[in-house]
């Protein structure tokens, strides 16, 4: 197995910025550093999964005898993809909601406004 490293800087890269905004005041940049840090998954998942060059299809019949390609990152990955849209969707919604209800994006600014005894 080959290390790629240029996979490795660049999912601890996008892991790192995802923790950053994650950690933020704003909705806004929590949901972008949501949305980065699932496809920074994903493409762990492809860099765990090694390099597919010189491997067969996973095929019976011609490449049996061969090394073949593993499909079950490629199905983990489709499903993480589909969770993460889900997820995604949800937070939108939710972003919706507390700007709806409380005319800001800032999480600190509707809590005081919760405890203040009530929204607007």
Avoid: C, W
């Amino acid at each position: 197995m080959t290390v790629q490293i240029d996979i490795v800087i660049l999912v601890g890269l996008m892991t790192a910025t995802a923790i950053y905004l994650i950690l933020q005041r704003n909705f806004v940049r929590i949901l972008f550093g949501f949305i980065l840090l699932s496809n920074a998954a994903n493409l762990a998942l492809i860099g765990a999964a090694g390099d597919p060059s010189g491997k067969a299809p996973p095929l019976v019949g011609e490449g049996a005898g061969h090394a073949l390609v593993d499909p079950l990152p490629q199905a983990l990955i489709l499903t993480a993809i589909v969770i993460g849209f889900g997820v995604t969707a949800y937070l939108i919604f939710l972003f919706y909601r507390l700007f709806v209800d409380h005319d800001t994006d800032e999480l600190d600014e509707a809590a005081a406004r919760d405890d203040e005894g009530g929204a607007r």
